[in-house]
């Protein structure tokens, strides 16, 4: 499909400065990819810059529907795995979640957008797995998006777009979009398609979501699920049967249900696979609610099932009795449905684990009550009689909250506090206090020591699970926190592994795998330092194998390498200790002995030189021994300067090949006679 | 356990000639209990025979404290019982172990203290007759 020009009325909108756009780290991921031919690394690197929008990618990237594959614990693996443009728009639409407020306005639901946006991401996500060509997280990301045009309209004309949605409830979406049009000379699906292509998200991805928004009414005899626009309006079919309000027309109801039927055709689900899937959707919804703090509510497919069959009946009654407006209808439908309002904040939540609390009060009573009260909620429950029991189970259990008593003997709910956050543990528990109304003027006190809130004995349930609930907020968010600051942690540690590798490298020759030249003359010169500061010996193998030219000419530079790889694996096997062996270049290799005198380094060269020579190298077309000529040169010669060791080294060698290869010389000490012998050769 | 209702409600209502008509049991705030069960049948029976276990022991406290006095014994006697009746609903009761306690602490004279300290222990005969009226009813 070819690009369409923007519309003016889009430029103008963006003008206004209020569209809903990615924030912060967002904003320069924008900047980053703005061309084709982005660097992955650049925007791996902004991304990490914020830890919890790393936490959501790596999440997302583990998924469930990713079972089965190694964890990513990186960015550059996520990258790697899901590709750099898949990242880019998830860090996209995270960014513009992050960045999202309750606007002004007051006919657009702003929770109810985000609880169904993130349901449509989450079951797009769950369904792609039967549309080629469109990852889960390609998914994800439009479906979270798919509305966007309708965020952009109530944020930047608020106003009149309340009137808007206020003349056109309860109707067609057809309507909305003509009324749409009539006020503001565009509507949601252009907005939208012209917001994503500004994002940078590919052609047919925005073309895909724009259908979706034109077409998701006039798919009657659709029954097919192979395009993304197919792919969104049966994912918003499952997200809007999860939010059904008392509100909901039953047009609309009856909708849902027809869409739903549809996906089951499509699918060829039985009423259980159904149920099953949408069980899972609503799941995954309520986890990615908590993470992204967009609320969700409880559903079960019994209650949906339920709310559809009633809802289709009022729509029956409606047609048949052309009351016209349906407010009548509404009504039967309106008890016994699913609604947002019911937005459960479940005291079971925070992922997987109960929140843990401790209740502590010595009043038996009172405590009965409160344990009570907390199991109902949900709560995992622990209980002590007096502040040091509390203090015992604190240290053993680390309660996320607790609720203590102020006045008891020995030891007050005040001295509790005190004492638990001086310890490591105590001092992120979430920690209310219960007061008689006389202790008032101790609220100063107890804010200093670290209490977090109060609670007025004798409490009633609903007020302290009000308060439980601002603590189990803070809970969450330190839990986050902890979590992000564990992801950052993971990260470093792969950064320096991998700078750790990167150094190894840059030290190591390739084709041998032996340290390379640049680390053996690093090597040297602190060995030479050493022995200068502390008189200990050390010395230099200079090893040059014999005739490798001619091995080289004859076999081919292949059977040159073996020869080399297998030499140096020969030499480096003969070392013991410290001494290490180093590839200088060519056939050139440095033996370094740490602790060896003169007499010491020439028998090792001896030792090395015999192993060498028995060692049997065998290539293509080749099978033979190879021998080396080794020069010696040690501290304890008294040498002035390395370079002066490492020329003398060098000269040994040239000397060991002059009187025939395949044997050992010292830098000093040998015959005069050799020596002559070396300076003739070379004066010639 | 009905503790709303009029049926057998002999305990609910009882009314103290000690303290001008007031009722002994607060229907209110034993409806509150009976909410924090939860549809439990058996928990505020419950709650009630943990409260009696635990005041009885509390009020003789009280006695032996009020003889000397020992301001610091009736103190924690009297705070301990306040806490706890105003849970099973004898609000009047809490009110006045509340004020015994303001006594106990700002070292008021004694006369005062016992005076009021006997009107408690008193009350608590009250108190207990009306809980285990309502246990027996239910």
């Known amino acids: ?684 | 356990m009905n503790t709303s209702g009029d049926s057998g409600g002999s305990g609910t209502h009882t009314h103290s000639p000690e303290n001008g008509g007031g009722v002994v049991l607060d229907a209110e705030a034993l409806r509150a209990l009976e909410e924090l069960g939860g549809g439990d049948e058996a928990f505020v029976g419950e709650i009630i025979e943990l409260f009696l276990a635990e005041a009885v022991m509390r009020v003789h406290e009280m006695q032996a404290g009020l003889d000397g006095p020992e301001r610091e014994r009736v103190l924690q006697a009297a705070h301990a019982l306040k806490s706890s009746s105003a849970h099973v609903g004898a609000i009047q009761f809490a009110r006045c172990c509340a004020e015994l306690e303001g006594l106990c602490r700002t070292g008021d004279g004694a006369d005062d203290l016992v005076h009021t300290g006997r009107r408690v222990v008193a009350m608590y005969g009250e108190v207990q007759a009306a809980l285990k009226a309502l246990l027996r009813d239910s």
């Open chain 1, 1 to 684: 499909m070819q690009k369409r020009a923007i519309p003016v009325e889009f430029e103008e909108l963006k003008s206004s400065g209020t569209l809903p756009s990615p924030a912060g780290v967002g904003i320069k991921i924008l900047e980053i990819t703005r061309t084709d031919e982005f660097s992955a690394d650049d925007m791996g690197q902004a991304i990490m810059s914020d830890s919890s929008l790393t936490g959501r990618i790596l999440e997302l990237a583990n998924s469930a529907d990713r079972a089965g594959q190694e964890p990513i614990t990186t960015v550059s693996a996520a990258i790697m795995r899901l590709g750099a443009t898949t990242v880019r728009n998830l860090a996209l639409a995270f960014s513009v979640i992050s960045e999202r407020d309750d606007g002004s306005c007051k006919a657009f639901n702003y929770p109810l957008y985000w609880s169904g946006s993130l349901a449509r991401a989450v079951a797009a996500k769950s369904l792609s797995v039967h549309v080629g060509g469109v990852s889960s997280e390609e998914a994800y990301v439009a479906g979270l998006l798919a509305e966007v045009g309708v965020l952009a309209l109530a944020t930047v004309h608020s106003e009149p777009y309340a009137k808007v949605l206020l003349e056109t409830r309860g109707q067609p979406m057809s309507a909305v979009l003509a009324a749409e049009n009539e006020a503001f000379d565009i509507d949601h699906s252009t907005i939208c398609y012209c917001m994503m292509l500004d994002w940078g998200l590919p052609e047919s991805f925005a073309s895909g979501v724009e259908s979706f928004n034109l077409e998701r009414l006039s798919s009657e005899d659709d029954v097919k699920l192979d395009t993304l626009s197919d792919l969104l309006r049966f994912a918003d079919a499952i997200s809007s049967a999860m939010l059904l309000t008392a509100t909901t027309p039953p047009r609309r109801i009856n909708e849902v249900g027809e869409q739903l039927d549809r996906l089951q055709q499509v699918l060829g689900y039985s009423d259980t696979d159904v149920a099953r899937l949408v069980g899972q959707i609503a799941g995954e919804w309520s986890r990615w609610g908590e993470r992204l703090d967009i609320s969700t509510c409880l559903v079960s497919f019994d209650s949906i099932k339920e709310a559809i069959r009633r809802g289709r009946e009022a729509f029956k009654k409606e047609l048949t009795l052309q009351t016209g407006g349906g407010i009548r209808c509404e009504s039967v439908v309106a008890d016994n449905i699913v609604t947002t309002e019911d937005v459960v904040e479940d005291a079971r939540g925070l992922g997987a684990e109960k929140i843990k609390v401790l209740a502590v009060d010595d009043d038996p009573v009172a405590l009965r009550l409160l344990v009570t009260v907390l199991r109902k909620q949900g709560f995992d429950v622990s209980f002590a009689k007096n502040g040091a029991e509390a203090m015992r189970i604190s240290m053993r259990e680390g309660p996320d909250l607790i609720v203590a008593d102020q006045e008891m003997p020995e030891m007050s709910g005040l001295e509790l506090t005190r004492a638990l956050r001086r310890s490591k543990r105590g001092a992120s528990m979430y920690i209310v206090l219960l007061t008689g109304a006389r202790e008032e003027d101790l609220l100063v006190e107890a804010f200093e020591s670290g209490v977090d809130d109060f609670v007025h004995k004798p409490f009633d349930a609903r007020h302290l699970m009000a308060r439980l609930r601002a603590g189990m907020r803070i809970v969450g968010l330190q839990r986050r926190i902890e979590e992000d600051r564990r992801t950052i942690l993971r990260q470093l540690a792969d950064k320096n592994n991998f700078n750790r590798r990167l150094k190894m490298l840059s030290l190591t020759d390739l084709l041998t795998e032996v340290p390379n030249r640049r680390h053996a003359m690093e090597r040297i010169e602190s060995e030479w330092k050493s022995s200068v500061r502390s008189g200990s010996q050390f010395a230099v193998l200079m090893v040059d194998i014999d005739r490798f030219k001619a091995v080289n000419d004859t076999y081919g530079h292949d059977v040159g390498d073996v020869v080399l790889k297998s030499t140096a694996q020969a030499i480096s096997g003969a070392l013991r200790g410290e001494n290490q062996v180093a590839r200088l270049g060519g056939e050139e290799f440095l033996i370094i002995a740490r602790g060896a005198n003169a007499e010491d380094a020439k028998v090792l060269g001896e030792r090395v030189r015999l192993v060498v020579e028995e060692n049997v190298v065998e290539a293509d077309g080749f099978r033979d021994g190879v021998t080396i000529s080794i020069g010696v040169a040690s501290f304890d010669q008294g040498f002035v300067a390395v370079s002066e060791m490492m020329k003398a080294a060098d000269d040994a060698v040239y000397q060991a090949k002059t009187l025939g290869r395949n044997q050992v010389r010292s830098a000093r000490g040998d015959s005069q006679e050799a020596e002559g012998l070396v300076a003739r050769r070379r004066s010639a």
